[in-house]
């Protein structure tokens, strides 16, 4: 716990055999109470290896996407009485370490959300980020903060800490299974006019950390501006969206 506050971790997991040992291992247990894994279906040995842990496991009994598994996620934190919801990849992409400093800032009131923003700090391409994906970055997050009228550094983290009453607040459960979950739930809680922080983040690029192609970047990518749109129409009230429902 953080401040008499119950801190969960959940994973979505799919394919993280090789590195979910090393990312467990770094996740402050002094703080965490609990940690949630989802498995995807993965075809390698992720749950074996996650058997050996203490950790709670979901297995979903055939693929659903990465935006389903993050549902499931936020639905069984919600459900085990989580005061406070740290999403982190299983793939050792993103350090563990900072799970502390994120919670903190939420338990204290300071924030409601925390982005672990690789773009912060100006190493994301020292650690390895492709340059193709670097430029589609910062120009997604430019465009989107023209949209949506904020100032965040990366609209693309998947390292994120959530407040229990934002995840309540917002219609989740509306967006899509697929990866441009994240960039809906984000557009959400702006909607929520919920307070969000960053924090630098070091991030780790290599063969086993988990990776969309190029061809579902751009799908994910036109997936970003499709709901940057929605959400100014709906701002103005021009149309209606099961998205930004209140």
Known sequence: MIGNKKVVVVMPAYNAEKTLLET???IPMNIVDQVILVDDSSSDETVRVAEKLDLDI??????QGYGKNQKTCYDEALNQGADI?????PDYQYP???????CQLIASGQFDVMLASRILGGKALKGGMPIY?????????????????????????GYRAFSSKVLR????????DDFVFDNQ??????HKRFKIGEISCPTRYFPEASS????????????CLKVSFQFRLSRWGIIKTRLFHD
């Open 58 to 63: 979901i297995l979903h009994p055939e693929n």
């Open 133 to 157: 994906k670097y430029i589609a970055n910062r120009v997604l997050t430019l465009i989107q903060n023209i949209f949506f009228g904020t100032k965040i550094s990366e609209f693309h983290t």
């Open 96 to 102: 563990p370490q900072l799970i502390t400093a994120m």
């Open 24 to 26: 467990y291992q770094e």
């Open 169 to 176: 607040a917002v219609h989740y459960d509306s967006n899509s």
């Open 85 to 89: 919801i740290v999403m982190l990849h």
């Open 212 to 223: 969309i192609n190029f061809f579902r970047s751009i799908i994910y990518g036109i997936g």
């Open 185 to 190: 739930l984000l557009a959400q809680i702006i």
